[in-house]
């Protein structure tokens, strides 16, 4: 039994670092029709809809009262919405090169704080593992020309926080999922991602005195598919993916399949957008992988049983 949930727990993270990676193209579509927070905002509304019509109708049942919507909410602030908000905020003042090279970063700071709150023992191989993803992630952007610049640093600042915050859910969610079910978690993360990005953007169309520009992007057909995509599979799949997988593996091996997301989606360009297929791509996809699989494998159980086998050979 424990193989067969960490089994589904891993092809959990690998679905969801796939529909993550693809989700990039998805984004690039929809800003062609509407500003950032106007497409999170519908995202987030078609995300809340895909869960709570069938919460409705019955077909899914959660079982959640406004205490226990009180208790999730700290991890739902998180993400998506601080997760989001920063994002969003900081590629306005920085490129989107630059983000994808601080998102690499967010299992540095998971493992690190996962080990502070929730005493998750790493071992020297798997700190290893970790800088060896996030360098195949890094190793890619430089060879592809991009460099973080430093006089950008408002938007760096911003990026920053928003791999903490996911970094903070990450560890958080964790312990939420001993509590509740994947299910609970991902609709009030959901309704929080709703309720956050329409009000701030309702509010600053209202100041603006540009509530058209609200609805207008729904008026673009390319628009409608691709936040479909991004609310119903990157939003509500994705967070229910992420939950189920956290309920049943570590926070720090969660973590580096977001490394693999950046790969699947480096991939997707050269697939989709005719980009070029540098030698770079293979040798950070090697790292990238290898780190996966060293996070998740290099584990203290693993090695200790290792350690153990190898004595008992010795004793007989």
């Known amino acids: 039994m424990p193989g067969n949930s960490k089994a589904s727990a891993y092809a959990a993270a690998i679905a969801n670092a796939l529909i993550i990676g693809l989700s990039f193209?998805?984004?690039?579509?929809?800003?062609?029709?509407?500003?950032?927070?106007?497409?999170?905002?519908?995202?987030?509304?078609?995300?809340?809809?895909?869960?709570l019509i069938p919460v409705l109708f019955g077909w899914l049942k959660i079982h959640i009262r406004f205490r226990d919507?009180?208790?999730?909410?700290?991890?739902?602030?998180?993400?998506?919405?601080?997760?989001?908000?920063?994002q969003v905020f900081g590629l306005m003042y920085s490129t989107s090169s630059e983000g994808g090279?601080?998102?690499?970063?967010?299992?540095?700071?998971?493992?690190?704080?996962?080990?502070?709150?929730?005493?998750?023992?790493?071992?020297v191989w798997q700190k290893y593992a970790v800088l060896l993803s996030v360098t195949g992630v890094i190793y890619i952007f430089v060879m592809k020309g991009t460099s973080v610049d430093l006089a950008n640093f408002k938007g760096l600042a911003l990026l920053v926080l928003s791999t903490i915050s996911m970094a903070i859910y990450s560890v958080m969610a964790r312990t939420m999922t001993k509590q509740f079910k994947p299910l609970e978690l991902t609709f009030v993360m959901l309704l929080i991602g709703f309720l956050f990005f329409n009000a701030i953007s309702l509010v600053n169309h209202a100041w603006n005195g540009s509530l058209n520009e609200y609805v207008q992007p729904l008026t673009v057909p390319s628009f409608v598919l691709s936040t479909l995509y991004l609310g119903v599979l990157s939003s509500f799949v994705t967070s229910l993916l992420s939950n189920f997988a956290l309920s049943?593996?570590?926070?720090?091996?969660?973590s580096v399949f977001g490394n693999l997301a950046t790969l699947i989606s480096m991939l997707a360009g050269v697939l989709f957008l005719q980009e070029e297929l540098g030698y770079y791509y293979i040798i950070g996809a090697v790292m990238i992988v290898a780190g996966v699989l060293g996070v998740n494998f290099l584990t203290p159980s693993r090695l200790g049983q290792g350690r153990a086998a190898k004595e008992i050979t010795k004793e007989s």
């Open 69 to 86: 919507v009180v208790r999730i909410l700290p991890v739902a602030i998180f993400y998506p919405a601080l997760f989001f908000g920063f």
């Open 25 to 51: 193209l998805f984004v690039k579509i929809a800003l062609d029709s509407a500003d950032p927070l106007d497409a999170l905002a519908h995202r987030f509304t078609i995300s809340f809809a895909a869960v």
């Open 248 to 254: 049943r593996i570590e926070a720090s091996q969660m």
């Open 101 to 123: 090279i601080i998102m690499a970063l967010s299992p540095i700071f998971t493992v690190l704080l996962a080990g502070i709150f929730l005493k998750e023992q790493t071992t």
